[in-house]
C-alpha cells in the first residue's frame, strides 16, 4: 500500500524565517512528486512537481523542492516566507505502475507571523 | 483548476437521503479520482478511474459508488447520507503516465444532519 508521511502537522514562523517541510513515502518503485499548497477557504494548487532528472526543483512563490531517492524524501523549501505563505501544504505521490493512483500526506499547516 | 468542474458547491443533505456529486473534465483525461479532506487527516482517496469503465476503491470506499462511462465524467453518489460523510470533496483528473500534472475541482462542502 502507497504510504506518505508529512512529518509536521503545525509550523508557526515568523516573517522572513527560513521554511522546510519534510515529506516521506514508503515504495520503492519509480514516483512522480507534488507539493500542493491551500490557501484558506480555497482549492488546491499545484506549487511545484517531480519526475526526472535535476533532483532540486523549483516552484512557484519561491518555493522549492529536493527530491532524494535513497532517503524516499521530497522535502519542500523556502527561504525566506512571507504572511501570505500561511496556508496548508500537503505532499502528494503518485507510484507509476499500472495502478496508477495520487495519494496525500495528511498536511502541514503553516502559520506566518508579521 | 485547468477546467475540473464540480457541482454542487455547498449541500446539505439529511441522514439517509441520497445525492450526486457531478464531477467534468474537457480535457481528455484518463485518470480521475475523488478525495474528501477532513481536518488533520489531509485528503483521502475515496474512489478512482484510469479510463472509462474502470474505476477502483481508494482509502475510503464505503458509503460511496462511482462510474465512469465517459472519459469526461466521473459522480460520486452517496446512496444513504451519514454525518460521517460531512466533509469537502474534491475532484481531480489528469492524464496517466510520467510527466502530468493532477488538477483539482474547486471542492464541493457537504453537510450531512
Known amino acids: 500500500a502507497q504510504s506518505v508521511s508529512q512529518h509536521n502537522h503545525h509550523v508557526i514562523l515568523s516573517e522572513a524565517a527560513s521554511l522546510e517541510l519534510g515529506c516521506n513515502y514508503s515504495?520503492?518503485?519509480?514516483?512522480?512528486l507534488f507539493w500542493y499548497v491551500q490557501y484558506p477557504g480555497q482549492h488546491l494548487q499545484l506549487l511545484l512537481k517531480?519526475?526526472?532528472?535535476?533532483?532540486l526543483v523549483k516552484g512557484i512563490k519561491g518555493f522549492e523542492a529536493e527530491f532524494i531517492k535513497s532517503k524516499f524524501s521530497f522535502n519542500l523549501r523556502k527561504p525566506s516566507v512571507q504572511w501570505s505563505d500561511t496556508a496548508e501544504y500537503f505532499c502528494?505521490?503518485?507510484?507509476?505502475?499500472?495502478?496508477?493512483?495520487?495519494?496525500f500526506g495528511a498536511g502541514t499547516t503553516v502559520t506566518v507571523r508579521a | 483548476n485547468a477546467g475540473v468542474t464540480q457541482t454542487p458547491k455547498f449541500q446539505v443533505l439529511k441522514t439517509g437521503q441520497s445525492m450526486t456529486l457531478q464531477c467534468a473534465q474537457d480535457?481528455?483525461?484518463?485518470?480521475m479520482s475523488w478525495y474528501r479532506q477532513d481536518p488533520g487527516m489531509g485528503l483521502r482517496l475515496i474512489h478512482y478511474?484510469?479510463?472509462?469503465?474502470?474505476?477502483d476503491q481508494g482509502e475510503v470506499p464505503n458509503g460511496y459508488n462511482v462510474s465512469r462511462s465517459t472519459t469526461e465524467d466521473f459522480p460520486l453518489r452517496l446512496l444513504s447520507a451519514a454525518p460521517s460523510q460531512t466533509s469537502v470533496y474534491f475532484c481531480?483528473?489528469?492524464?496517466?503516465?510520467?510527466?502530468?500534472?493532477?488538477?483539482f475541482g474547486e471542492g464541493s462542502w457537504l453537510t450531512v444532519v
Open positions: 481531480a483528473s489528469g492524464r496517466t503516465g510520467s510527466g502530468n500534472t493532477i488538477y
Open positions: 515504495y520503492g518503485g519509480t514516483v512522480n
Open positions: 517531480y519526475f526526472s532528472g535535476d533532483p
Open positions: 502528494a505521490v503518485i507510484l507509476l505502475s499500472n495502478d496508477y493512483k495520487l495519494s
Open positions: 480535457m481528455n483525461h484518463e485518470y
Open positions: 478511474s484510469v479510463g472509462a469503465g474502470i474505476t
